[in-house]
């Protein structure tokens, strides 16, 4: 059994991931750390866990204790954690924030003024999609954001063909737990519900971690990724569309994306239009495509918090420790 720690237990991904590894036949949780709760059963916060766990909250760090550790800090703590804490070496670590994502060293100068290169490039970029290799000899591994995810599986096989050539526009809509549980005033439900909104159009913080994915598939990027989120008034799921400009015919673009991903665990590509409903509750990514004229519409979409978050965690788990990549990860889509 692989022995787990859970860091920041308390939040949304914490609930996910602690109902995920539950089910898991090679899991077993033996800390979930949050100070706010310790003490506290972890069913009374995550209560669609009652009658799953008698696991209590604690605020102790027992990390020898323990295989991997699965940091759900907020953005920004996950690296000043590690620097305050001595973990061992033998302990793996697979963070669900963004703060080991993207591995310029243009970014390692510009956040930290080159220190700590050492901490940051011992990460690698979680994408099972794009670096299942590397993945499954890893001690340390930076899980994809859920925009970053739903795009990233929507261009990789366009990249690999080498057709992002011209400026690509994106858009995609993401549910309300996207924004994590702490509630603010785009989550409340009386403003989210029959509601639609932009955010940070252009500058979305998963940008960074697109374009490098992009670049390492294709061998360069040097066009722009014209990316607008929308707040969506649905709790789960992402719904991505985007547009590529090519002469290629569509036929053949259709038979490259099913080569990509023949031998991918949860990325499927369809011959049919998707809905969102096909993926909430799963670890799946469906991707579909279709020309109009010049221009290539690709549609992807994704439970952001389990491909896009939990569950990519999950299966990144499973290939650092050998496993069936699916272990614990065959659920059932929500589709009606």
């Keep these: 059994m692989?022995?787990?720690?859970?860091?920041?237990?308390?939040?949304?991904?914490?609930?996910?991931?602690?109902?995920?590894?539950?089910?898991?036949?090679?899991?077993?949780?033996v800390f979930a750390n949050s100070e706010s709760n310790a003490g506290n059963l972890v069913s009374d916060v995550h209560e669609g866990l009652t009658g799953d766990t008698d696991l209590r909250f604690t605020d102790q760090l027992p990390f020898e204790q323990a295989d991997v550790l699965f940091f759900c800090f907020g953005h920004g703590k996950s690296e000043a954690f590690l620097k305050e804490h001595a973990i061992p070496e033998q302990v793996k670590i697979i963070d669900l924030a963004q703060d080991f994502r993207v591995r310029s060293e243009e970014f390692f100068a510009e956040q930290s003024g080159g220190a700590e290169r050492g901490v940051r490039s011992s990460f690698v970029y979680g994408l099972p999609e794009l670096n299942k290799a590397d993945i499954i000899n890893a001690q340390h591994v930076a899980n994809p954001g859920c925009f970053a995810t739903a795009?990233?599986?929507?261009?990789?096989?366009?990249?690999?063909?080498?057709?992002?050539?011209?400026?690509?526009?994106?858009?995609?809509?993401?549910?309300?737990?996207?924004a994590g549980q702490k509630p603010g005033a785009t989550t409340h439900f009386s403003w989210r519900a029959d509601n639609m909104s932009i955010y940070k159009p252009f500058e979305h913080q998963h940008i960074a971690e697109i374009r490098q994915s992009l670049a390492q598939a294709q061998g360069y990027l040097d066009v722009d990724i014209d990316f607008i989120p929308y707040r969506g008034p649905f709790a789960r799921g992402i719904f991505c569309t985007a547009v590529v400009?090519?002469?290629?015919?569509?036929?053949?673009?259709?038979?490259?994306?099913?080569?990509?991903?023949?031998?991918?665990?949860?990325?499927?590509?369809?011959?049919?239009?998707?809905?969102?409903?096909?993926?909430?509750?799963?670890?799946?990514?469906?991707?579909?495509?279709?020309?109009?004229g010049r221009k290539l519409l690709i549609t992807s979409?994704?439970?952001?918090?389990?491909?896009?978050a939990v569950g990519q965690a999950v299966q990144n788990m499973n290939l650092m420790f050998g496993l069936d990549e699916t272990a614990g990860l065959r659920l059932k889509a929500s589709a009606f």
């Design 2 to 29: 692989i022995k787990i720690g859970i860091l920041g237990a308390a939040g949304y991904t914490g609930g996910e991931l602690i109902r995920l590894l539950l089910g898991h036949p090679e899991a077993e949780i």
């Design 151 to 178: 795009i990233q599986l929507a261009l990789l096989p366009a990249a690999h063909m080498n057709l992002l050539r011209y400026d690509v526009s994106v858009n995609a809509i993401t549910g309300s737990t996207g």
């Design 245 to 292: 400009p090519t002469m290629v015919p569509e036929q053949d673009i259709i038979e490259a994306y099913k080569d990509y991903y023949a031998q991918a665990a949860f990325t499927h590509y369809s011959d049919r239009p998707l809905d969102l409903k096909q993926v909430v509750n799963t670890n799946k990514a469906l991707v579909h495509c279709e020309k109009h």
């Design 301 to 308: 979409c994704i439970d952001n918090l389990l491909k896009g």
